[in-house]
């Protein structure tokens, strides 16, 4: 027999290995049973058999580890080794909760609570603990939170602070969108994890602080709290840790929008599993990769990881997975038009589908051929297929298919002219779609069913504009008012909804994310219970909606066209651009109707003159001092050509002669000077007086009226530029009687401050494209980045924004717009001034004198930015000084004082 100190000695050796490098550990374990394994007695066979489990565990083999744990656990009953016996439990039970296997670690916690010793306060708490993992694992998140504070009961009594079943309550929480206490529960186990040295595990609770950072809004904060664990783990080697933190990134940054950050935090993860083999963890990275590309439509890269992941779940044996994966295969051949062999695998994976879950899998696969038979004109087969899936889908995970399936039946009807038909079943798709997008948010339901909302939408206006009559006419118009909605026309009107809606929200998306991306359903538990965690948050978000009257009827009053159309003034009037299949249109909107207006010549003028107008004023932008002179005088009557172009082809055929207009731009037009067409195109006629909002709901969402009194606060980047374009502003204001405050850094209003009467900023900016909340603007002292600025602190100022391209837009799927618009208009601010284009010192400073000079008699943004534009044309200014400006002015609108 080896003596005891020996094997301890070993035993310890390997134990101390198996958190830092499992493998190196396994080697040790190996190498001793295979040179002294005949000389062990029972309970130390037993151990080395445990001790060969944790390694198994921390390689990601979590069915290998189950088997080793389940064998060691068998010799110590067999030995009487009662108390070894029940600590085994507790790593099993872990491994099973791993796995996915909640019946298996159900049953082992049971055995385990009869083995452990009563007294024993600490080896229950962590099989408590344990068991807690496996029911959130499995998103049973009301026994998780039982099985953790029994956890933190029984550890207390140990002296314990139960760190890990802390951890666990605070995921609980997240999960569930309680974001208080879920943070005060992650700054405890940091603190815990430092007091016990278990520092190895700090990455988790950091993860979930910068997860409720950016599900507040401070992404600056949560990235760089994600950067500094990142670091961290770098530091220490533990790439299995930094693995896990690019994949909980990756999932979150998926389920906020933010898909090209998703990707490249995916990509970290995927090859970080590679080089360390994890088997499970790859095929989950590629399928997460997959579906994040496919959003992008980076549709071969995407079948590219489609198919490394179908090859390690058929190596794991997980068929479930691997049907997964050949259905989101047959979708992408379907949206690349490949279509010649759909059909059959379609049809061969039915019969399998319809055996295992004829309402899971098998409700996607009919879905598809729906689809199929739609494209190649099989319309009876296209709708009896989607009937049959939409009522296969009216419960479970996959309901929200149910309003783009609507879609195929409406378009097949609509080729076979069926018009009432097609409409009837339209209407289903859009009153369900409302349904979703009211509970989740249009963030949400993007990535539930990509590119789903905007064809319901686009394909609903145009069946109803071929009946050409007023009426229709209406319904379109509100329906794309409801389409153009974007999505924090929500968190503008619900800022008196509980704080609580914000946190369900978020813990929503991220169910709803996980729910699309789940594949390993390994004892038919973990699906569903997701499935009933998800109805089960979405049925308290629809409670706390609807106890807040208020923010419900002012969502569907101000979304729809009658909400916000009888509140339009005599002379006020809305122009929403759209983009169509066949070109562009507008819409033209007064108190008393809708006007349709053809745009034949938009899009080869949006193309031509949009394009050379960008490229003068680049070239201008890029220009050093010296040779700008000469460029600006070379590529005047360029710029006013282009203007011109523009004006007849997008302006002149809506015949407004004066009043008050809100333009709604749409697609390219988001980069397009309209308000400058207005201005005779560069002539300097008078006309209308114009303004650019993102949607009308805002002219009339809050109270409007600009601020009466207050300072005017002036923000700097440092320049020498900035520096003299704010003593011209701060010149012009003290005559005003404004008390104006001068500053390198943004200090928010406190709740006893009134907002200031302007914020004028002229700095250097940064426009990120693909993450607008990475955009901002460098202050002499600080950083002003968009979520910097909260909701209702700038309510009723003036926010003029002097700074490269602040006026860019981005219109993301689901006609969501990102750029410095909407935060300023979610802070309540009543005027913003944006550049649609890169400007120099020069010309904003020529634009703000000017601007400033009308604005401080009358107030009104509007009608300043016209007379800033008329007074530079006058004195012979190029546009790039004047052209390059955006107007967003609430005031004036209503047909009732904003008061």
């Known amino acids: 027999m080896i003596a005891p100190g020996d094997f301890e000695g070993a035993y310890g050796e390997a134990l101390r290995l198996v958190e830092v490098a499992p ?40 069915g290998l580890a189950s088997e080793l744990y389940e064998s060691a656990f068998d010799a110590q009953v067999a030995g009487h080794l009662k108390e070894d016996a029940g600590r085994t439990t507790i790593a099993w039970v872990e491994a099973l909760s791993l796995h996915g296997s909640l019946t298996q670690a159900r049953a082992v916690a049971a055995k385990g609570s009869r083995w452990i ?38 550890l207390g009594e140990a002296g314990d602070p139960g760190v890990f079943a802390q951890y666990g309550l605070a995921m609980v929480d997240l999960r569930e969108g309680h974001l208080s206490p879920a943070q005060s529960g992650f700054d405890r186990c940091i603190l815990d994890m430092q007091v016990l040295g278990a520092t190895s595990w700090q990455h988790r609770p950091e993860i979930g602080l910068a997860t409720i950072e950016i599900y507040r809004g401070d992404w600056n904060a949560g990235l760089h709290r994600l950067d500094a664990a990142r670091a961290v783990c770098k530091q220490s080697g533990d790439q299995r840790a930094l693995a896990h933190i690019e994949r909980e990134s990756a999932e979150l940054f998926g389920a906020l929008g933010a898909e090209s950050l998703a990707i490249r935090s995916a990509l970290r ?102 689809r199929d038979h739609l494209e190649n004109r099989r319309l009876a087969h296209a709708i009896r297929f989607a009937k049959q899936a939409r009522r296969r889908m009216s419960t479970g995970r996959h309901r929200g298919e149910r309003p783009k399936l609507a879609l195929v039946v409406a378009r097949a009807y609509q080729e076979q002219g069926l018009r009432a038909n097609a409409l009837r079943w339209l209407r289903t798709g859009v009153d369900e779609l409302e349904v979703e997008l009211q509970q989740f948010g249009d963030v949400a339901w993007r990535h539930e069913v990509p590119g789903a909302r905007d064809p319901i939408y686009d394909t609903a206006i145009e069946i109803l504009l071929k009946s050409d009559s007023p009426a229709a006419t209406c319904a379109a118009v509100n329906l794309f008012s409801r389409a153009t909605s974007p999505a924090l026309l929500h968190q503008l009107l619900s800022s008196d909804v509980m704080p609580q ?54 969502l569907d009053s101000l979304r729809g066209l009658q909400g916000w159309q009888e509140k339009l003034g005599s002379g006020s009037s809305v122009v929403m651009y759209q983009r169509h299949v066949a070109g562009w249109r507008a819409f033209h909107i007064t108190r008393d109707g809708v006007t349709r207006v053809a745009l034949p010549l938009a899009e080869a ?23 700008r002179k000469s460029l600006l005088d070379r590529t005047r009557n360029d710029a006013a050509n282009a203007l011109k172009g523009l004006r007849v082809a997008l302006w002149d055929p809506l015949q407004i002669e004066s009043g008050r207009v809100a333009i709604v731009a749409d697609g390219e037009l988001h980069e397009t000077p309209i308000e400058s067409l207005v201005d005779g195109g560069g002539s300097g006629m008078l006309g209308p007086i114009t303004t650019r909002v993102s949607h009308p709901s805002y002219l009339f969402a809050a109270n409007r009226a600009p601020a009466s ?41 406190t709740k006893n401050e009134s907002a200031p009467a302007v914020l004028h900023v002229a700095a250097h900016g940064v426009i990120h494209r693909t993450e607008p909340y990475l955009s901002g603007l460098q202050l002499g002292q600080s950083w002003l980045g968009a979520e910097t600025i909260r909701s209702r602190q700038l309510a009723g100022s003036l926010v003029f924004l002097s700074s490269c391209s602040s006026g860019w837009s981005r219109r993301l799927p689901g006609r969501e717009l990102h750029g410095w618009m909407n935060p300023a208009l979610a802070s309540k601010a009543t005027q913003v001034v944006l550049s649609s284009w890169r400007i120099d010192d020069h010309g904003a400073t020529a634009f703000a004198r000017e601007f400033y000079r009308s604005w401080a008699q009358h107030r009104d943004a509007a009608a300043a930015a016209a007379d800033a534009r008329r007074a530079l044309i006058a004195a012979g200014h190029h546009p790039y000084t004047w052209a390059g400006f955006q107007i967003t002015d609430l005031t004036k609108f209503s047909c009732t004082p904003s008061s």
Request: proline fraction near 2%.
């Open 605 to 627: 003028a949006v193309a031509e003159h949009g394009r050379s107008l960008h490229l003068v004023m680049e070239i201008l932008a890029s220009a050093p001092p010296s040779r």
């Open 117 to 154: 010793p009563s007294a024993d306060k600490r080896a229950r708490g962590a099989l408590a603990t344990n068991l807690g993992n496996a029911y959130h694992n499995a998103y049973d998140y009301v026994r998780a939170r039982r099985c953790y504070r029994r956890a933190l009961s029984l």
């Open 501 to 554: 809606v914000q946190g369900l929200r978020a813990a929503l998306d991220r169910l709803r994310g996980r729910l699309l991306l789940n594949s390993s359903d390994d004892d038919g538990t973990r699906g569903a219970h997701l499935q009933r965690e998800a109805d089960r948050l979405g049925r308290k978000l629809r409670l706390a909606l609807a106890s807040n009257s208020i923010h419900g009827a002012k």
């Open 23 to 62: 493998d190196r550990a396994l080697a040790r374990v190996s190498r001793f049973g295979s040179e002294r394994g005949s000389e062990l007695d029972t309970a130390q066979h037993a151990r080395l058999l445990r001790l060969e489990g944790h390694c198994r565990l921390r390689q990601g083999r979590f």
């Open 709 to 749: 009194s207050g300072d005017a606060v002036l923000l700097h980047g440092g320049t020498a530029g900035a520096q003299h374009e704010l003593d011209v502003v701060r010149q012009i204001l003290r005559a005003s009687e404004l008390t104006v405050r001068r500053t390198a850094q943004f200090d928010q209003p």
């Open 269 to 370: 993860a995927y090859g970080i599993y590679e080089d360390l083999g994890l088997k499970h963890e790859i095929a989950e990275s590629a399928w997460l990769l997959a579906r994040l590309l496919a959003t992008q439509e980076s549709l071969v890269d995407a079948a590219t990881y489609l198919e490394r992941a179908r090859t390690v779940w058929a190596s794991l044996s997980n068929h479930r997975a691997v049907w997964r994966v050949a259905l989101e295969e047959q979708r992408l051949l379907i949206e690349v038009g490949a279509r010649q062999s759909v059909a059959p695998t379609l049809s061969r994976l039915q019969i399998q589908l319809d055996r295992s879950e004829p309402n899971g899998l098998g409700a996607v696969c009919l879905a598809l051929r729906s």
